[in-house]
């Protein structure tokens, strides 16, 4: 008998929120993104750049998806809590700042927060941090090494993997491989049952279609 399959499929409560400063971390975003995607449908992973379409009100949506998320990756690189505005203040201390307002809802709804650490980033001091969000400072990092870069994207994604709600997401084409290889019988009969109902939707359309013509 094959091991039971857990399928998984895009719900209000399963996103992934990729938040980044586009000051130093759009391209490292990118590759994250791209490979996350290679697992998961895109449909539950949201990166503002490639998620918000144009005319979209860009916080409602940012809100929606961390309503809809279950885990928050965090891309800090060495210097992210250093950032400044032009007024020379430090971006984390500005009330509407997107990254502070992204970690802070988190917090404040149990979303999972993984610090994602890459080119030489650290995890901030306390010190460092508004009073909202210190409590930031508590999460166990996840360091991608400049010299394994894909390796350690490779072991964070298995990670992320490894949690129930995440196994065999078969809207992506690897899990859709992975479940083949889990359960090749089932998948094959899932396969036929999903092209009978199609084939069985056609046929009582046409039959009505005919009938309408016959009278």
């Given amino acids: 008998m094959p091991d039971e399959i857990k399928t998984t499929t895009p719900s209000l409560q399963e996103g992934i929120f990729i938040s980044y400063r586009r000051d130093g971390s759009s391209t490292f975003s990118s590759i994250l993104y ?10 539950i992973i949201f990166k503002d750049a490639v998620t918000l379409k144009p005319g979209t009100d860009f916080k409602k949506e940012i809100e929606q998806a961390l309503d809809h998320s279950s885990i928050l990756l965090v891309l800090l690189d060495k210097n992210w809590a250093q ?13 509407n700042d997107f ?14 927060i993984i610090p994602v650490l890459f080119e030489n980033g650290r995890m901030p001091g306390v010190n460092e941090l508004p009073a909202d969000i210190q409590e930031f400072c508590n999460k166990q990092a996840f360091t991608i090494h400049i010299d394994s870069v894909m390796q ?18 078969e809207k992506s084409i690897t899990g859709a491989y992975e479940r083949m ?32 013509y016959k009278k």
Wanted: with cysteine; glycine share 6%; hydrophobic share 30%.
């Fill in 152 to 169: 350690d994207i490779t072991g964070l994604v298995q990670h992320i993997r490894s949690k129930k709600r995440f196994l065999y997401d």
């Fill in 181 to 212: 290889i889990k359960d090749p019988i089932g998948s094959i009969k899932k396969g036929f049952q999903e092209n009978a109902n199609v084939f069985k939707k056609d046929f009582n359309y046409l039959k009505k279609f005919i009938g309408k």
């Fill in 83 to 95: 950032l400044k505005n032009d007024n020379e203040e430090k971006k984390l201390f500005e009330e």
């Fill in 34 to 43: 791209y490979e996350l995607c290679k697992y998961f449908s895109a449909g």
């Fill in 99 to 112: 990254v502070r307002q992204e970690i802070r809802t988190a917090l404040e709804k149990n979303i999972e």
